[in-house]
């Protein structure tokens, strides 16, 4: 079935040919305006038709689908749910599993702060310039690292599948681009249970869940 955007244009395409005089038509060599105006029109749909079947169907799919508001965070379980099965390449891992170990527990809001914090390190020069390498900036030297679940000494076992894949699609929206405004720039943080002495250092510029987050000031975001 033809859109009503399709339709408007072809009516007004109609007009034109109707209106155009028999010289200005191409093809049919009758002296009736309308089979003429068939012709030409029978044409113009062949040819649009082959200039959609080259783009494929895919592109043609996302040609015609309209972005949506609702496809912007909105820190809740309800959009997180609602979004596809993420997947990605090394970088991607690195931060779902580092959601999933430092964060798992967090609201979802939570869980997205964390994520700013990584990102806000691999957008500083003070840090690394991968995920990857941000995540496990330390790694080796026990309770010397960046973040504890890479080296406390504990296997790294996702025991809750579920869980993981939702991080996943966190974890995807904030690759892809999702802003980072929940922390105010953030590149540390900690959990309310424990007071490390850098916190005395930086200023804190969010608290969120169980977690304080501060702002390192020297960090270029």
């Known amino acids: ?122 957008a500083s020069a003070a840090y690394p310039d991968t995920v990857c390498d941000v995540v496990h900036q330390g790694t080796g030297k026990r309770y010397q690292c960046q973040f504890t679940y890479t080296c406390d000494g504990h296997a790294e076992v996702i025991n809750e599948p579920a869980t993981y894949r939702r991080l996943g699609k966190i974890a995807r929206a904030m690759l892809d681009g999702a802003p980072r405004k929940l922390t105010g720039g953030a590149t540390h943080y900690h959990t309310t249970a424990v007071h490390p002495g850098w916190a005395n250092r930086l200023p804190r510029t969010a608290t969120i869940g169980v977690h304080h987050f501060y702002r390192q000031a020297s960090a270029a975001n």
């Open 1 to 122: 079935m033809l859109s009503s955007v399709r339709l408007a244009g072809l009516a007004g395409l109609v007009a034109v040919f109707a209106s155009a005089a028999p010289a200005d038509m191409t093809g049919s060599q009758s002296n009736d305006p309308t089979a003429m105006l068939g012709d030409n029109l029978t044409r113009l749909l062949k040819t649009e038709s082959a200039a959609m079947q080259r783009l494929g169907s895919h592109r043609l799919t996302r040609l015609a689908t309209t972005p949506r508001a609702a496809d912007a965070p909105t820190y809740s379980l309800a959009w997180v749910d609602a979004q596809p099965l993420a997947k990605g390449g090394k970088e991607w891992q690195c931060l779902t599993e580092a959601l999933y170990f430092e964060a798992r527990g967090e609201s979802v809001q939570g869980q997205f702060a964390v994520a700013e914090v990584i990102l806000n390190r691999v």
